[in-house]
């Protein structure tokens, strides 16, 4: 069975201040899809990045970037030079491939706050 | 990206009525689903909408319960029945144009239940 642990369950910063959220995941698949999204106040869950099981490479977005450690199970997100926009709830997801298409598990979520 | 459309936006019940929770999507989509998010909480997938024919529900969850219509590819409808305040969550439809791949799975503003 596939899991998604976020283990910070609320990060507060100060403007400007770096910030990563954790996700560990747990598969015994071997193609799997890991996911990010953000859930603002507002409710909606915006898509932030989709990244395949054979695919290390971090990526950067901006001041968003990934890190993908298959080795250790884990997905992080990094966000650069916060801003208080960049507060929300942050979802880490994963998909088996093997699911009938596109079923996500969701983590815990972990909500960031950031202060001017 | 598609734009997914559902309402109401938020609704007051009372213990023991039903409410029905539409959602459409701007253009045609292969799969959709059906979330609920309880306070403070992750999202859990309640069922996977099938066109024309029965949902397919995840364990813990029941038709009988929560009933769900799929009549074409861009529509879709979530009952909850016979409400109780453990029902109070927002619930969110979703959807992704792929199928047999796992791809970017858009989502609705969401529809916040309260029960009285």
């Known amino acids: 069975a596939q899991k998604v642990t976020q283990a910070q369950t609320e990060i507060s910063v100060v403007e400007k201040e770096d910030v990563t959220l954790d996700c560990v995941y747990e598969?015994?698949?071997?193609?799997?899809?890991l996911f990010w999204y953000k859930q603002p106040p507002s409710g909606e869950l915006v898509f932030l990045i989709r990244?395949?099981?054979?695919?290390?490479q971090n990526e950067i977005s901006g001041r968003y970037s990934w890190n993908f450690q298959k080795s250790t199970s884990s997905f992080n997100f990094t966000i650069t030079a916060s801003q208080v926009v960049d507060s929300a709830v942050y979802f880490c997801?994963?998909?088996?491939?093997?699911?009938?298409?596109?079923?996500?598990?969701f983590g815990g979520g972990t909500r960031l706050m950031v202060k001017p | 990206s598609a734009v997914i459309s559902q309402k109401p936006s938020r609704d007051i019940c009372q213990r023991g009525t039903s409410l029905t929770i539409q959602c459409q999507v701007d253009?045609?989509?292969?799969?959709m689903f059906w979330y609920r998010q309880q306070p403070g909480q992750s999202l859990t997938l309640i069922a996977t909408?099938?066109?024309?024919?029965?949902?397919?529900?995840e364990s813990g969850f029941v038709i009988d319960k929560f009933p769900i219509s799929r009549p074409n590819l861009t529509f879709s409808t979530l009952t909850v029945s016979n409400m109780s305040p453990e029902d109070s969550s927002i619930y969110l439809c979703?959807?992704?144009?792929?199928?047999?791949?796992?791809?970017?799975?858009?989502f609705g503003e969401g529809s916040r239940l309260t029960v009285l």
């Open positions: 997801a994963l998909s088996e491939v093997g699911n009938a298409g596109n079923m996500l598990t």
């Open positions: 598969t015994r698949d071997t193609t799997y899809y």
């Open positions: 990244r395949n099981s054979f695919d290390e």
């Open positions: 253009s045609q989509v292969t799969m």
């Open positions: 909408a099938n066109q024309g024919s029965e949902a397919t529900y």
């Open positions: 979703s959807g992704s144009r792929d199928r047999g791949s796992v791809g970017e799975l858009f």
